[in-house]
């Protein structure tokens, strides 16, 4: 079972176009993270959301994180050839002592293709 | 400039051939991370050091192992490649080991294993 799910695993869209990303847990979470990643590239974060409920700006894209902080999406608007990647949630997991140590965990991701 | 260095970009080994992929970091950072990442996965944690305190995931096959001789390098070895390890392989490193840590990411090494 994975600790996040996200969705849709695939999203090929028109320049322009919204759309938003899901990653959803059964778990709570004391933070969770955005990463965009470009083909033959590492990932860079983008966004950490701390609070339940909180909305971050960047640019032309929304993150939120749910109020239970157990989920997050990422709204992007109008979106253009330069979005497309890899979207991919994260969160850093705690050991059995409930201590973080670091361990970052990815969902599945999200490859976003936006067309001209 | 590139804070998390990866050599090199794209490497093709053949079955069965050890070989050695190498990460440096100008960042003076305390924890250095390997992931693999296979086509349209998404990255998945070998294993980490913490200084030189090494901490293996328990589903990290034998065959990877790593070593980190300073602050500044980090390598993956690969004892004996198979097919099923061609992959992405990607450094990243962070300053410790916080609940928000932020992990900065090489631009990962293309493993072709023929």
């Known amino acids: 079972t994975q600790l996040l799910e996200q969705s849709p695993q695939f999203l090929s869209i028109q320049e322009g176009e919204n759309l938003t990303v899901y990653c959803n847990s059964s778990?709570?979470?004391?933070?969770l993270q955005w990463y965009r990643q470009e083909p033959g590239e590492g990932p860079v974060l983008l966004v950490t959301?701390?609070?339940?409920?909180e909305v971050k700006k960047l640019k032309r894209l929304t993150f939120q994180f749910g109020d239970a902080r157990k989920d997050s999406s990422l709204h992007i608007t109008a979106a253009q050839p330069g979005d497309t990647g890899l979207y991919l949630c994260a969160v850093i997991q705690a050991n059995a002592g409930g201590t973080s140590y670091g361990k970052l965990t990815f969902g599945q991701g999200t490859i976003l293709t936006v067309h001209p | 400039d590139a804070m998390v260095i990866q050599n090199p970009r794209y490497q093709v080994t053949q079955f069965g051939k050890p070989v050695t992929l190498s990460c440096s970091q100008t960042?003076?950072?305390?924890?250095m991370y390997w992931y693999q990442q296979k086509s349209s996965q998404a990255p998945k944690l070998l294993f980490h050091?913490?200084?030189?305190?090494?901490?293996n995931e328990a589903d990290t096959p034998d065959n990877f192992q790593s070593r980190r001789p300073n602050t500044s390098f980090c390598f993956l070895d690969i004892r004996s490649p198979g097919l099923g390890d061609a992959a992405m392989y990607l450094c990243?490193?962070?300053?410790?080991?916080?609940?928000?840590?932020?992990?900065?990411f090489g631009s990962g090494t293309q493993l072709s294993v023929l």
């Open positions: 778990s709570v979470f004391s933070s």
């Open positions: 990243a490193t962070s300053r410790t080991q916080g609940a928000n840590e932020k992990l900065f």
């Open positions: 050091y913490y200084d030189k305190d090494f901490n």
């Open positions: 960042l003076n950072h305390n924890v």
């Open positions: 959301v701390v609070t339940g409920g």
